[in-house]
């Protein structure tokens, strides 16, 4: 049987190479991918947030997998209104109990955790909870933005403004 350091060896380059290959060039006719810097290294139960930035956009923050993280502009300081639909929608980022979240280069501002409703631990960036967007497919991928109030996680944790015509009831 494997030691941990093995294990830890195997995951280690696991994680090199996925993200060699989600970091390379699109196929022709794409439009070019935005520039990534990737998330640190994290430990057992940890979650890395790394970020990307596009022309239009900016600088924003992603989780481990390269996409695009979100917050709500319902949302208060380590508070979470998006549950049910909402969070099906829009899946909270979470670390198992005991983890943290780690901060990739690029990655400015305080990251933490609060505890949702239903007892699962979600990560802030400056006390926002951080959001995926189900119509994401791939890595920089940013199709929630402006959409029912969510608006990507800039770096350094920018409060989302709602606008007048938001009512999506989330």
Same mark, same amino acid.
């Given at each position: 049987?494997?030691?941990?350091?093995?294990?830890?060896?195997?995951?280690l380059?696991?994680?090199f190479?996925?993200?060699?290959?989600?970091?390379s060039? +699109?196929s022709?006719?794409?439009?070019?991918?935005?520039?990534r810097?990737?998330?640190?290294?994290? +430990?057992?139960?940890?979650?890395?947030?790394?970020?990307?930035?596009?022309?239009?956009?900016?600088t924003f923050?992603?989780?481990a997998?390269?996409?695009?993280?979100?917050?709500?502009?319902?949302?208060?300081?380590n508070?979470?209104?998006?549950? +049910?639909?909402?969070?099906?929608?829009?899946?909270?980022?979470?670390?198992a109990?005991g983890?943290q979240?780690?901060?990739?280069?690029?990655?400015?501002?305080?990251?933490?955790?609060?505890?949702?409703?239903?007892g699962?631990?979600?990560?802030t960036?400056?006390?926002?909870?951080?959001?995926?967007?189900?119509?994401?497919?791939?890595?920089?991928?940013?199709?929630?933005?402006?959409?029912?109030?969510?608006?990507?996680?800039?770096?350094?944790?920018?409060?989302?403004?709602?606008?007048?015509?938001?009512?999506?009831?989330?």
């Open positions: 049987m494997p030691g941990r350091r093995t294990i830890a060896a195997l995951v380059t696991a994680s190479v996925v993200t060699a290959c989600s970091a060039g +699109g022709p006719g794409t439009s070019p991918a935005p520039t810097q990737g998330p640190a290294s994290a +430990g057992a139960g940890a979650v890395a947030i790394g970020t990307a930035s596009s022309a239009s956009l900016g923050l992603t989780g997998n390269g996409m695009a993280l979100y917050t709500h502009a319902g949302d208060g300081p508070t979470s209104t998006c549950t +049910g639909a909402c969070a099906t929608a829009w899946p909270p980022l979470t670390v109990a983890g979240p780690t901060a990739g280069a690029g990655v400015i501002g305080r990251l933490g955790t609060l505890t949702r409703a239903d699962t631990m979600q990560v960036s400056d006390g926002l909870p951080l959001y995926y967007w189900q119509g994401d497919a791939k890595p920089g991928d940013t199709t929630g933005d402006g959409v029912n109030g969510f608006s990507v996680a800039k770096v350094g944790g920018t409060a989302p403004v709602p606008s007048a015509s938001d009512n999506s009831g989330y």
